[in-house]
């Protein structure tokens, strides 16, 4: 079992940044490949970005130059460092674990084997 837990959601100004921490539990977390993804109200939940476990990573169109993953395997965290935000970022964003040492960064969520409980963005304009 790999359990996560997220943080550092808030309420920000358009234009601001935030930064997501996702700390996981187990001994081969080095090994694992990691998604954020996100889901706003009514729309389902969708990618954001992922990165594998030799750090190879991916970004959704709408987040690509703003957004940065990556990952301290000393501290078995992920980041989600979020610049430039803007209202349409509004949404849960959740983060989730894949151990099947994988070395690309996939965006599809039926590649996760394992979720946290979320942590709310909202970006007022």
């Known amino acids: 079992q790999v359990q996560l837990v997220e943080s550092g959601g808030g309420t920000v100004q358009e234009g601001a940044s935030l930064r997501l921490s996702c700390s996981a539990s187990g001994r081969t977390f080095s090994s694992y490949r990691m998604g954020w993804f996100r889901q706003a109200p009514g729309k389902e939940r969708e990618f954001v970005a992922a990165?594998?476990?030799?750090?190879?990573?991916s970004y959704a169109a709408s987040v690509k130059g703003r957004f940065i993953i990556s990952r301290d395997n000393a501290k078995n965290t992920v980041y989600l460092q979020m610049n430039s935000l803007k209202p349409e970022d509004t949404a849960v964003y959740y983060c989730?674990?894949?151990?099947?040492?994988?070395?690309?960064?996939?965006?599809?969520?039926?590649?996760?084997?394992?979720w946290g409980q979320g942590t709310q963005v909202t970006v007022s304009s």
């Open positions: 989730a674990a894949d151990r099947s040492r994988a070395v690309t960064a996939g965006a599809h969520q039926d590649l996760y084997d394992y």
């Open positions: 990165i594998s476990w030799i750090s190879s990573t």
